[in-house]
């Protein structure tokens, strides 16, 4: 019982994990464990039994849950807890990755807490929210991390990630409407991972918030985006209901991410240093 397995290894953040962790870490993607599978989860992990897993994986279209909740919640609500479920059984901990779409409904204008009243305001938010209660309620050894805004170097082919749909529309269009009313934090995945790694090797168990620090509108994190590259792509600032999305986002998820620095000694760098290297490491 050495290895770590990573669950959704074709995403962005798992990349990031992978070059942090052991030599003894495997990654596996949907086509090795299905989630929504559970005899897949009894029958791959059994054969292994490590020692930790982390799961990356996850149904992250937002707007196309809408017309697929069936999809979202077995990707995002029963997948983990089935995973929860083999992992109590066997004592292995679990690290869980959910997101800030778990709240919306309310009008926050604080960073909130892991305390703060959640209320998702889309199908996606929904089956997330579902999903870390599950983990929660079916496996006391188990840390469940909401982050945003994720952008990293491996970005998946079929959602890629706003940076580089900003970059590449920035070639494209002289002017760019982009939401100015919703915030939330613009998160590196190379950062998100480091703070992982460490939180990890504690058994600090529980609900935690890992963002980069500060906040901004998908409006601001557009414009550093084209003022650190040098685009001369002009953002409009136009409102959520004005762009029309077929899921809401929250009007503000700003995340609190003091509790998961105290336990680790680590406090995530802002999101324009972050964003800024992220742009820098690009070019090498």
């Not at 934090?185 to 609900?207: H, K, M, N, W």
């Not at 414009?223 to 762009?243: K, M, N, Q």
Request: net charge neutral.
């Amino acid at each position: 019982m050495s290895q770590i397995v990573v669950l959704g290894a074709h995403g962005q953040l798992a990349a990031d994990l992978l070059r942090r962790l052991s030599s003894e870490t495997v990654a596996w993607g949907r086509d090795t464990l299905d989630l929504t599978q559970p005899e897949s989860i009894a029958t791959r992990l059994t054969s292994l039994v490590p020692r930790l897993v982390i799961n990356c994986a996850a149904y992250n279209l937002v707007d196309r849950a809408e017309e697929e909740p069936a999809a979202a919640f077995a990707a995002n609500a029963f997948g983990p807890r089935h995973l929860a479920l083999w992992c109590a059984t066997q004592g292995v901990p679990l690290l869980h990755v959910s997101t800030d779409y778990v709240f919306g409904l309310d009008s926050a204008v604080e960073p909130l807490t892991e305390s703060a009243a959640t209320g998702p305001v889309s199908v996606y938010g929904a089956s997330k929210l579902a999903g870390e209660q599950f983990v929660r309620a079916c496996c006391p050894q188990s840390w469940v991390v909401r982050t945003c805004g994720l952008y990293g170097r491996h970005a998946s082919r079929a959602k890629g990630n706003f940076v580089e749909t900003m970059l590449r529309l920035s070639t494209q269009r002289p002017e760019l409407k982009i939401v100015a009313d919703q915030f939330c934090t613009p998160t590196s995945t190379a950062d998100l991972a480091e703070i992982l790694v460490r939180l990890i090797e504690t058994d600090a168990y529980g609900l935690f918030h890992a963002t980069n620090a500060g906040g901004c509108s998908w409006a601001e994190f557009a414009t550093e985006i084209f003022r650190l590259t040098g685009a001369s792509t002009r953002v409009l600032p136009i409102t959520a209901r004005e762009y029309g999305a077929k899921a809401r986002r929250p009007d503000y998820s700003v995340l609190n991410c003091q509790k998961i620095g105290q336990v680790t000694g680590m406090s995530l760098r802002p999101w324009q240093a972050a964003l800024a290297d992220y742009l820098q490491s690009r070019e090498s």
